[in-house]
């Protein structure tokens, strides 16, 4: 199985803020990488697909980039709304996995 | 619009089975998969499994396969997926996710979810 590893596990910061999350593949997956954000009590929601398309309907202060086994998700100008965890999945082969989860917490 | 209904909360003893409806509407039933990912309390995502809406092809997260079993009924629109031998570890949100018209294997609708609870 794919291993996908998010860094930081953590993050703290303020709206306004950039910040960037990383997601490490155990090998390499081309393109074939999501992100997600949850929020408590809520399914998922898809905001990139292919490493770097912006899923219809979400903010452009969003952006995905990567190839390989190395990727990253980037939330320009934190809003409010945007406090959430966030999930990297790979679709390169089965079965599909997921990465721990970087919760993005209000400072 | 596009949705997914779930079937509500269930309480099960361990050893027994648990199935989890999905009623789909809004879009071509029979043209996207529908995938299965389930969330314990408190932890991450974890992928199931899919099925096609004909449910005539599945693919199993392998260290479920032989205790999971993913249908469909093409006359109600509904997906069913049913896991039996159930353990305390089986406690989660059960979700079921349309996969994307583009990139079939990202879900991108998702239902409400479904709490599974296994205890004695």
């Known amino acids: 199985d794919i291993q996908l590893t998010q860094s930081p596990s953590f993050l703290s910061a303020s709206v306004g803020d950039r910040v960037t999350i990383t997601c490490r593949a155990s090998?390499?997956?081309?393109?074939?990488l999501a992100w997600y954000q949850q929020k408590p009590g809520k399914a998922p929601k898809l905001l990139i697909y292919?490493?770097?398309t912006l899923q219809t309907g979400v903010p452009s202060r969003f952006s995905g980039s990567g190839s390989g086994a190395e990727f990253t998700l980037t939330i320009n100008s934190l809003q409010p709304e945007d406090f959430a965890t966030y999930y990297c999945?790979?679709?390169?082969?089965?079965?599909?996995?997921f990465g721990q989860g970087t919760r993005l917490e209000i400072k | 619009q596009v949705q997914l209904v779930q079937s509500g909360a269930e309480v099960k003893k361990p050893g027994a089975s648990v199935k989890v409806s999905c009623k789909a509407s809004?879009?071509?039933?029979?043209?996207?998969?529908l995938h299965w990912v389930r969330q314990a309390p408190g932890q991450g995502l974890e992928w199931m499994g899919k099925?096609?809406?004909?449910?005539?092809?599945?693919t199993y997260a392998q260290r479920l396969e032989g205790r999971l079993t993913m249908t469909t009924d093409m006359s109600t629109s509904t997906f069913y997926m049913e896991l039996s031998s159930l353990r305390s570890e089986d406690t989660a949100v059960y979700y079921c996710?349309?996969?994307?018209?583009?990139?079939?294997?990202?879900?991108?609708?998702w239902g409400q979810g479904a709490p599974v609870t296994v205890s004695s």
């Open positions: 996710a349309r996969g994307h018209g583009l990139a079939g294997d990202c879900p991108e609708y």
């Open positions: 809004g879009y071509s039933f029979t043209t996207y998969y």
């Open positions: 999945q790979q679709v390169n082969s089965y079965p599909i996995t």
């Open positions: 099925i096609n809406p004909s449910g005539t092809r599945t």
């Open positions: 292919a490493a770097s």
């Open positions: 090998q390499g997956i081309s393109s074939f």
